[in-house]
């Protein structure tokens, strides 16, 4: 059974150098603010595997989680619902430089919660979208493309430049 894990002590798990573990967690991932808009990961909390090896001088480590967006499509506003797989990897090597050394391990304390959300956060696409073929909304009128009749159209308003022409009388 997974258990929720922020901060976890790999210490606890007495690995010696080439040993390794796989583990089952579930991490809390926060909701996020992309282009403007919030989204939540659902499930919550999100069931993650962890796979954790010893070096001769650190750690190696994967993480692999995938989840839902709920939010809305940067197109046409309807519950995005993205699915996005991620698959982060770590390396800690005390002394190795800054290549080498890991932002989320201090010690041996794993900050998961901070790795998993900025795993999320790289493995994000460039836009979310409701389905990779949306159409958006009609710049003219807002409607939402997906769902209008085909050859939806507006008639393209005179060009203001020959607006004059049209208090032109000629009595």
Not at 72 to 88: E, K, M, S, Y
Request: hydrophobic letters at 40%.
């Amino acid at each position: 059974m997974a258990s929720k894990v922020d901060i976890f002590d790999l210490g606890r798990l007495g690995l010696t150098s080439g040993e390794g573990r796989r583990l089952d967690l579930e991490v809390a991932v926060d909701p996020l603010e992309f282009g403007g808009e919030r989204y939540a990961a659902v499930p919550r909390p999100v069931p993650a595997i962890m796979d954790v090896a010893r070096t001769t001088a650190g750690y190696s480590l994967r993480l692999r989680y995938a989840v839902r967006l709920s939010g809305p499509c940067t197109r046409c506003l309807a519950d995005a619902g993205a699915p996005v797989a991620v698959d982060a990897r770590e390396l800690d090597q005390p002394g190795g430089g800054e290549e080498l050394s890991s932002p989320y391990l201090h010690g041996d304390e794993l900050d998961l919660h901070a790795w998993a959300r900025e795993a999320l956060v790289l493995a994000l696409p460039t836009q979310i979208l409701c389905r990779d073929d949306c159409l958006g909304l009609c710049a003219v009128c807002g409607e939402d493309l997906n769902a209008a009749e085909p050859g939806h159209s507006h008639e393209a308003p005179p060009d203001s430049r020959w607006a004059k022409l049209g208090d032109l009388r000629l009595d």
